[in-house]
């Protein structure tokens, strides 16, 4: 997975630069520890960060307050991990991407159900358009995470192309599976089945105040709490408090518990930074296999190939695992070592 992460920055980098993006982002990263038994418990991940090469820092309190001015000095603090990270808007990156793809004639589909896969050397898929209210029930239902279906429809009609009701079947030279926690019903007819489960999160985000005597209001990039697994990160005039891994259980019903959390967190680190009256919750599923990595290429399937299973790593991973799935769609050899991603490890 720090293969793959690493390419994918590589390619997350390129793309900016070439398309020009300008999406919310900035860099570093501060695992916060609160006590020396926090310490201690993060040896052995700092231990598998040395033989990667990844570059790294510890640093006392008063380091991390210079990091992160903004931290509150009374929350006990006995140092931390400086990464050098960085973090971004996905959804902002998500969104100018699909604009460049629109630019290049790639057309898209929204509020459609892909009902069935039929393999072959020009392999077809049946789907059907939906209404939005009734994309969105399903994508609830099926974990997907909470949208309101009215805000759906205005971000997304104009851009959906027009389609008739009813199923409909159309041939491509290939198709790719990234359809999260629907995958295993489309594949499971031709004999792969998947052991994919959805490990759900939580997140609150709301606007950071504006304090003319408090100018480092918030954090300056992200911030993550070791203790708790609350990772604290800076949306342009926002802030995101995310964190949790409930598995299974459903999109709609939220845990009072996990919600508390984040906001003790916040509270803890940055009391008062955000207006919290105008917070947004959110709870979403990050589909994931046993062993960690996502499996990417040929699924064994004729003209099937796959991009699923990235789990909570799925911004860390996307845009080096497309570009693996596309090199080996298109015949070119990977520019990484893509051994452990491919299906086969899958196989009993």
Request: with cysteine.
């Amino acid at each position: 997975m720090q293969r793959l992460a690493m390419f994918s920055r590589e390619r997350l980098h390129a793309l900016t630069r070439g398309l020009r993006l300008d999406y919310e982002r900035s860099d570093g990263y501060l695992v916060l520890l609160r006590s020396a038994r926090d310490l201690a418990a993060v040896q052995p991940g700092l231990a598998v960060l040395r033989e990667l090469d990844v570059a790294f820092d510890l640093l006392d309190p008063a380091a991390c307050l210079r990091v992160e001015p903004g931290l509150n000095p009374a929350t006990p603090l006995h140092g931390g991990v400086h990464l050098q990270d960085e973090v971004g808007n996905c959804r902002q990156f998500a969104l100018l991407l699909r604009t460049h793809a629109q630019r290049l004639g790639v057309r898209f589909r929204f509020h459609t159900t892909v009902r069935a896969l039929h393999p072959g050397a020009r392999p077809k898929l049946t789907h059907e358009h939906l209404s939005a209210e009734e994309t969105t029930r399903i994508g609830n239902n099926s974990g997907g995470g909470n949208v309101n279906a009215s805000d759906a429809a205005s971000r997304e009609g104009l851009a959906t192309v027009p389609m008739a009701l009813g199923p409909m079947t159309d041939e491509f030279d290939a198709i790719v599976v990234c359809a999260a926690l629907g995958a295993p019903t489309l594949l499971a007819p031709h004999g792969l089945k998947l052991p994919l489960v959805a490990v759900h999160g939580y997140s609150i985000t709301a606007p950071l105040r504006h304090l003319d005597d408090h100018v480092d209001a918030g954090p300056r990039s992200a911030v993550m709490d070791e203790r708790y697994k609350v990772a604290i990160t800076r949306m342009g005039k926002r802030v995101r408090v995310a964190g949790s891994a409930e598995l299974g259980g459903k999109a709609e019903r939220h845990h009072p518990g996990a919600i508390e959390t984040l906001h003790k967190v916040l509270n803890d680190w940055y009391p008062g930074a955000a207006h919290m009256g105008q917070a947004q919750q959110w709870k979403g599923a990050r589909p994931m296999l046993p062993d960690g990595p996502p499996v990417l290429g040929a699924s064994g399937i004729d003209g099937v190939w796959l991009n699923l299973g990235h789990g909570s790593s799925g911004w860390a991973l996307a845009c080096g695992s497309a570009r693996v799935v596309a090199d080996a769609i298109a015949g070119r050899t990977a520019a990484i070592d893509v051994e452990g991603l491919d299906v086969s490890r899958l196989r009993g």
